[in-house]
Each structure stands twice: as structure tokens, then as C-alpha cells.
């Protein structure tokens, strides 16, 4: 074994393995000509291998890429965007590619080129950690937990919604190109249970991990169903009803009946789930992904006529809370995951916390519909409505996109060419967008949260994707969803923020280790302490407008309490139809046991407390937006935090040049105290808004408990009466208190944000120049190539957004 090869074990914290390397006289050109089984007789551990194997493929490309006459030729590196029947054979590249096909095939070069930057600049911070001394002080164990923590993984999340039989699955399958991961067909899709679809970047197989509700959880929902089910034999069954004893006979089969939620809970029901009961995640790991799929089907379906369901006999969606599958050799879902949404949450609270949450982190939405019912179909129309503000100023949303499947179902009456089919289908596509667009421009509740120009309709069909009958693959919209999810993960990004922050970081410490300028760091110092003092003290860059927008808040709230005292009882009254009957009684029942909310089969969600709480919501909305906008570059508080600066860059000239690696290293710490701090905002931004729901929930919990004593004759008037009296008599003081708990929110926010900015760039400051660095290595050539590595990312982003310049003219 040579240097080289003993050198990359070390780089790739393998060196455990070098006496094994050595045994077999592997050196640095047969390195590269290892197959997987020799790989699996040098490192037998599935852990350290499949790391082996991923540096290995980038050490590879890292050389074709350096050295171009041993690359393949474009024609082979780059795979076609649309496809073919003639396997094996290669389209002639004589006449050139289009333009289309030439840009797809550099962008995939950059992006390989960026994977083996971004692995060779993780080797030398690995290097640099190992080499720092082992000694406990200040500036030791600022730069340690620096490089553990540089790398990040900012997730974007896909939420896709859309009920049984609307091609959710197919789509899915067909987008991430998987034709057998979720089941799709004649299978009966369980609305409770979400699956979350990611990369698998660890290994080559096929893994789902799936999350159970809790022992106690579901003790609590057998009693509710038990006790639903028992109140309603007598009388006539509906769709809600039949749902009971669905979930109840999936896990029992006709066990449960007559028996108590403490007899369902023995332990022999749970046998083949021994995780349940050790409130553990069981994790399954395949070679295919139809074999995964089957093994899932009796986590995530409620039912199957598929073979591979046909000896399944007991059902556990019930139990489960969230299925995620991740899938391999998906790099463009690395940093994206899609989610298979269920209607509009849950009835049980876990299941329901979690729904609210995925639905708040999505970016991006899909609704899914059939063609032919996209437009007119109310359902699909009400899950917007009421997810609207969960996603929009209440989470992170920045499109909505409508997509309507089966497109190919249409035009297809008599028997025309398939240029004639392929017309019909492209001209019935077309109106059924201007149909989906007209509906959605009568959604005024939407619209507050989100503009047309946020919203946009596709037009899909998974088979013709796959069998290319009459379209073209472009016809089908499929590559633009996936171009949707490629631009969402983002490579670039995640790899110059590393690669940003290792400069950083590197500059801290060669200069930290150098004894120059000591004089100038004081003037250097001493400058931008006072720059910092200057916008956050000072002149009030920062803190002023933030109060101001605080004071705006206290005026569109202060308007929503008085119009939430005058209208909250004419409000209710519209929620407590006081109709005599089974099935409202059964819906009051459910409101004052779940807490003020009614979650039918189908139908729309019924939520006193949000009623209740909606004129207050609607005081602030627009104010919200502007304050915490999802898109646009300005960002939170109209801005003052993107636009802070020391003046770091105004002081990188001649006078401070023995000083720029440390204004360096404080340039790239004030971006990244930024990106920190908005990343902060997104999410505190979600639980400030939701405050004024939660504050009416906690103030109307007492006549909720009060109201469900109520039993037998009378009793619905009797609750009905308990709620409407507890509302007239709080009502003067309850929406005060929602506003109270907001602005307070909002003022911690507030002092948090400036307080994070000062103390951060404080301890910036005192670590880069008053800190000398005696026993920290020389890192300069790290630096030089870690540099080198960074101007050659800068020049990439410079070249691509002058391309979206281009486009965009």
C-alpha cells in the first residue's frame, strides 16, 4: 500500500482498515479499480463501507473532472431527458444537443463538480478538528463546535393533499421516479396515517421507519371510539359512525366488541408489534421498493384486494403515527421531502400535533385532483380554506400547486390519430387550468394568505409519463414537478454555506495563530464595536423600526377585540345550531370532548375556538404578511436584519491588510448570525400567530369539561346552554387576554432578536481580535485550497443568476 492510499483511509476516518488495505496490496491505482464485492472483503461493516463506496465514486469523478481525456464523453455522463424503447443504445450527439438537453447536462456536471468540492473541504475541517490542541479554553472550543456544526440540513418540505383515487400515489411514484414504492390502484389509502418520502443517503436499500402513537394515546382513543360507537347502535349508522368501527375492527377484527378499552390494551394484540408496547419506531429495510411496499401495507392501508395483502390479518394504521421511506440513489431529494398529507388533520392529538406541524414547515403544497372534478369538487376547494392559514402566515408556504391527474382520460371518444389525441388532450388540459384558476380567484379567505401569483395549476398523467402512448414526456407536466422538487433541494446553496463557513472559520484561526498587527487589531476593534453599538443603540437601525411595527400590531388588535366582543355570541350561535336530533347531538358531543373541535369523515371542520378567535386573525393578517413574509428577499421586520453590517468590508483595505483574515472570518459570521436569526423568526413567527387560537382554546377548556358531565334527556341543550353562557360572560376579558399573549410574544421576539445580535457579533469580535491563538496550528494552505474552492462556488452562482437575468428578459 502507498502513500496516497493510506493518506485518503486517514482523510476518510477509515484508518482502522489500513493493515487490511496493506494485506492486499492496494495501492493507489488499484484503488480505483476496487468492485463492490472486493470492497465488502476489505470492510465488511454495511456502515463504514457504503461511506467508503460514496468517496470513492467522488474521488473518481474528482479525476475526471481534472483529468478530461480519461472522462466519458458527455454523450455518456448525462442521460437523456426524454426516453426511450431502444434500451442499451445511445442517441447520436453529431448534430448537437438541444439546448434544453445541453443545459440539464451542465447543470449535472456542476453539481458533481460541487459534491467533490464539497467532500474534499469536509476531509480538510475533519483534518483541521483532529489537529487542534487538546486544551480547554475559549477560542479551542469556539472553533471545535464551529466545524462540528457547519454542516446543516435545511429540509424543504412538499406537502401533497388529496383524497382516495386521486392519483396522490402515482404521482409520487411517477415524480420520483419509483413505479412501485406507495401503493397506488384499487387499494384503499388509510387517511390517517402521513408518509414522508426522503433520500436515502446512507445506503442502497430501501428503508421505511415507522412512528407509533403512544400506549396511552390509544387507550384514549379506544374509550372514545367504544363509547361513540356504543351511543349510536340504536340509531341510524352514519359514514362517521361506520369509521369507528373500522379502526376498531382493523386491529380486533370483532374482538372489541363488548369488551373495555382496558381488556383491548392486553398485550397479546400487540405480538407482532413488540415496538408499540416499548414506545420504540420499527424500522424495515429492503432491496426493492416492492418489496418494501408490502411490507407496508398493513402499517399504512386499511385495506387491499393486492396479492401481497392477501394473508395480512391484522391492520396496525390505527397505532401509527408517520411512515417515512427513503429511497436510494434519489440526490434530488437529499435535502427535500414529500409528504403524503392526510385531509385536514386528525382526531387523534398526536397524530393531529404532528399533521399541523408537517403542514406549517411546507414550502411548497400540492393539492391533487382527477381532471374531470378538479374545478367543481368542493372537498378538495375546503382543505385550502381551512389549511390556508396554517400554511400561510401561520407557516412557511410559498406556492400552491393545483395538480390535476388522469389528464390522459380525456379526448379520447372515436378512434383519431394520436397527433388528433394528443391536440384534444393538450386543449382539454388547457381549460381545465383556466377553469381551477377562475374557482381559486373566489377564494377571498385564501387569498389574504396567498396571491395568484403564488398559485399555479399543473396538469399530470402518470402513465403516459411512463408509457408514452400519446404525449411526449414534457406533455405530461411530470419533468416540471421534478424540476420543482430539484430547484427546492438546493445543492448549491447547502454546499456554499460549508464551504462559506470553512472559510470563515480557517481565516479565524491563521489569524488567531499570527503575532502581526496588534495595534491595528485595537483600531480595527475598536471601530467596529462602535459600528455595532451604532446600529443597534445608537441610531436605532434596528431596534426602532421593529418597535414600530410593534405599535401597528397593537392598533389592528386593539380593532379586533372590540369587533370580536360585539359579534363572538352571533358567532357561536352560528356554530351551536340548536337542532333537536341524533347526529347534532353527537357533533356537540364531540366539540366539548375534543375540546372545542369536530373533525367529520367528510364535510367541514368545525373549530369554536378558531371561530371564536377568527375576528382577531383577520385584524392582524395583513399586517402579518408584510411583517413575516414567506418570499421575496427583504425579509422579516421589513428587512433590518438582512440590512445590519458592521462595515466589515469597508475596512478591508491597504490600512488593515494584516487584519482581513479576521474581517473575514466576521463577514462570514454576521451572514451566518443572519440566516440564524430569521431561521428563528420562521419558526416563532408559527406559534406567535397561532397564539390567539390557543389563548380562546385554554379560556374556553373549563365549560368544555363542564359541558361533556352533561347525560341523557336535555342534555344538548343543556351544553349547548353551559357554552354560549361561558362566552357572553368571558367575552369582555378572553380576547384581551389573546391580544395580551400575542403582543407579549412579539415583544419577546423582539428583545431575543437584539439581544442574539449584539451578544453574537460581541463575541465575534472579542474571538477574532482579542484573542491570540498561541498554540493554534498553521492551517495556510487549508485556507488557500478551502479559498480557491469558495471563488470557484462565487463564480458558479454569479454564472446562474446571470442566466435567470437572461431568462427573465
Not at 380486533?252 to 416499548?278: H, Q, T, V
Not at 440513489?329 to 392526510?342: A, S, W
Not at 402566515?393 to 400552491?400: D, P, S, T
Not at 493554534?776 to 478551502?786: A, H, T
Request: proline residues 3%.
Amino acid at each position: 500500500m502507498d502513500d496516497f492510499v493510506r493518506n485518503i483511509l486517514i482523510e476518510w476516518n477509515l484508518s482502522k482498515f489500513t493493515s487490511t488495505f496493506e494485506d492486499h496490496e492496494v495501492d493507489k491505482e488499484s484503488l480505483y479499480c476496487l468492485e463492490d464485492r472486493e470492497i465488502a472483503d476489505l470492510i465488511p461493516k454495511a456502515g463504514p463501507r457504503s461511506k467508503f463506496i460514496k468517496r470513492l465514486k467522488l474521488l473518481k469523478e474528482e479525476q475526471n473532472t481534472t483529468n478530461p481525456e480519461t472522462s466519458k464523453s458527455s454523450a455518456e455522463v448525462c442521460p437523456s431527458t426524454s426516453k426511450t424503447n431502444d434500451k442499451g443504445k445511445r442517441r447520436s450527439n453529431f448534430h448537437g444537443d438541444p439546448p434544453a438537453r445541453k443545459r440539464a447536462c451542465e447543470d449535472i456536471q456542476v453539481t458533481k463538480r460541487e459534491e467533490v468540492i464539497l467532500s474534499k473541504v469536509k476531509n480538510t475541517m475533519r483534518c483541521v478538528l483532529d489537529k487542534l490542541p487538546d486544551q480547554d479554553d475559549k477560542l479551542n472550543n469556539f472553533l471545535k463546535n464551529n466545524i462540528k456544526h457547519l454542516e446543516t440540513d435545511k429540509r424543504e418540505v412538499v406537502g401533497v393533499f388529496g383524497r382516495t383515487g386521486a392519483g396522490k400515489s402515482s404521482l409520487i411514484n411517477a415524480v420520483i421516479e419509483e413505479q412501485d414504492l406507495l401503493p397506488s390502484g384499487d387499494i384503499s389509502a388509510c387517511t390517517s396515517v402521513m408518509i414522508k418520502v426522503e433520500a436515502n443517503m446512507e445506503n442502497p436499500k430501501y428503508e421505511a421507519k415507522i412512528e407509533f402513537i403512544t400506549k396511552e394515546e390509544w387507550k384514549e382513543e379506544l374509550w372514545t371510539l367504544i363509547n361513540f360507537v356504543g351511543d349510536n347502535e340504536d340509531q341510524e349508522k352514519d359514514e362517521d359512525d361506520q369509521d369507528s368501527v373500522k379502526t376498531l375492527s382493523a386491529l380486533y377484527g370483532e374482538e372489541w366488541r363488548n369488551k373495555s378499552p382496558e381488556n383491548l390494551m392486553d398485550k397479546k394484540y400487540f405480538r407482532e408489534i413488540p415496538e408499540f408496547l416499548d414506545s420504540r419506531s420499527k424500522t424495515l429495510r429492503c432491496d426493492t421498493a416492492k418489496e418494501l411496499s408490502a411490507k407496508l401495507v398493513k402499517y399504512t392501508r386499511s385495506e387491499s384486494n393486492e396479492e401481497d395483502a392477501q394473508d395480512v390479518k391484522k391492520w396496525y394504521w390505527p397505532l401509527v403515527k408517520c411512515v417515512t421511506v427513503r429511497v436510494p440513489e434519489k440526490g434530488f431529494l437529499q435535502h427535500v421531502t414529500v409528504v403524503d398529507l392526510p385531509g385536514n388533520g386528525d382526531c387523534n392529538k398526536s397524530r393531529d400535533r404532528m399533521w399541523k406541524k408537517v403542514v406549517g414547515s411546507c414550502s411548497t403544497v400540492w393539492i391533487v385532483a382527477e381532471i374531470n372534478r378538479a374545478a367543481s369538487e368542493k372537498e378538495f376547494w375546503e382543505i385550502l380554506k381551512e389549511s390556508c392559514s396554517l400554511m400561510g402566515n401561520g407557516g412557511e408556504c410559498r406556492q400552491i400547486h393545483f395538480i390535476c391527474t388522469k389528464s390522459d382520460n380525456l379526448g379520447r371518444s372515436g378512434n383519431p390519430s394520436a397527433a388528433g389525441v394528443r391536440e384534444r388532450i393538450l386543449k382539454r388540459n388547457e381549460q381545465a387550468k383556466k377553469q381551477v384558476k377562475a374557482e381559486f380567484s373566489k377564494l377571498k379567505e385564501v387569498k389574504k394568505q396567498f396571491s395568484e401569483e403564488d398559485f399555479k395549476v399543473f396538469t399530470v398523467s402518470s402513465d403516459e409519463f411512463s408509457e408514452k402512448t400519446h404525449l411526449d414526456p414534457d406533455d405530461t407536466e411530470i419533468p416540471k414537478l421534478q424540476k420543482i422538487l430539484q430547484d427546492l433541494n438546493d445543492w448549491h446553496s447547502e454546499t456554499l454555506n460549508y464551504v462559506s463557513g470553512a472559510r470563515g472559520i480557517l481565516s479565524l484561526i491563521q489569524g488567531a495563530s499570527s503575532r502581526e498587527g496588534a495595534d491595528n487589531k485595537k483600531t480595527v476593534c475598536d471601530k467596529l464595536e462602535k459600528n455595532l453599538s451604532g446600529e443597534i443603540k445608537l441610531s436605532d437601525k434596528v431596534s426602532e423600526p421593529m418597535e414600530e411595527t410593534l405599535m401597528a400590531f397593537e392598533r389592528c388588535l386593539s380593532e379586533g377585540v372590540e369587533k370580536s366582543k360585539s359579534s363572538c355570541e352571533k358567532v357561536l350561535k352560528s356554530v351551536l345550531k340548536t337542532k333537536k336530533g341524533g347526529a347534532f347531538h353527537k357533533i356537540l358531543k364531540c366539540l366539548v370532548q375534543k375540546g372545542g373541535i369536530y373533525k367529520p369523515k367528510k364535510g367541514k371542520l368545525i373549530n369554536i375556538n378558531m371561530k371564536l378567535s377568527s375576528c382577531l386573525t383577520d385584524s392582524i393578517d395583513e399586517e402579518f404578511k408584510k411583517t413575516f413574509p414567506n418570499e421575496g428577499n427583504s425579509g422579516p421586520f421589513n428587512g433590518v436584519i438582512n440590512t445590519f453590517s458592521l462595515g466589515t468590508e469597508k475596512l478591508m483595505n491597504k490600512e488593515c491588510e494584516n487584519v482581513k483574515l479576521q474581517l473575514t472570518f466576521l463577514k462570514t459570521e454576521e451572514e451566518k448570525m443572519k440566516t440564524k436569526l430569521n431561521n428563528l423568526i420562521l419558526e416563532r413567527k408559527k406559534t406567535i400567530y397561532s397564539s390567539l387560537t390557543t389563548t380562546i382554546e385554554e379560556t374556553m377548556k373549563p365549560c368544555y369539561d363542564g359541558a361533556k358531565e352533561f347525560k341523557g334527556k336535555g342534555s344538548l341543550e343543556k351544553m349547548s346552554d353551559t357554552i354560549k353562557k361561558h362566552v357572553h360572560d368571558s367575552k369582555d376579558v378572553m380576547f384581551a387576554q389573546a391580544k395580551d399573549a400575542m403582543m407579549k410574544q412579539l415583544t419577546d421576539l423582539k428583545s431575543e432578536i437584539l439581544k442574539k445580535l449584539e451578544s453574537t457579533m460581541q463575541e465575534s469580535i472579542d474571538l477574532s481580535l482579542k484573542t491570540d491563538g498561541v498554540s493554534i496550528p498553521d492551517v495556510s494552505k487549508w485556507l488557500e485550497k478551502v479559498n480557491n474552492s469558495y471563488n470557484e462556488l462565487k463564480r458558479t452562482t454569479e454564472s446562474r443568476d446571470d442566466d435567470a437575468t437572461l431568462c427573465i428578459d
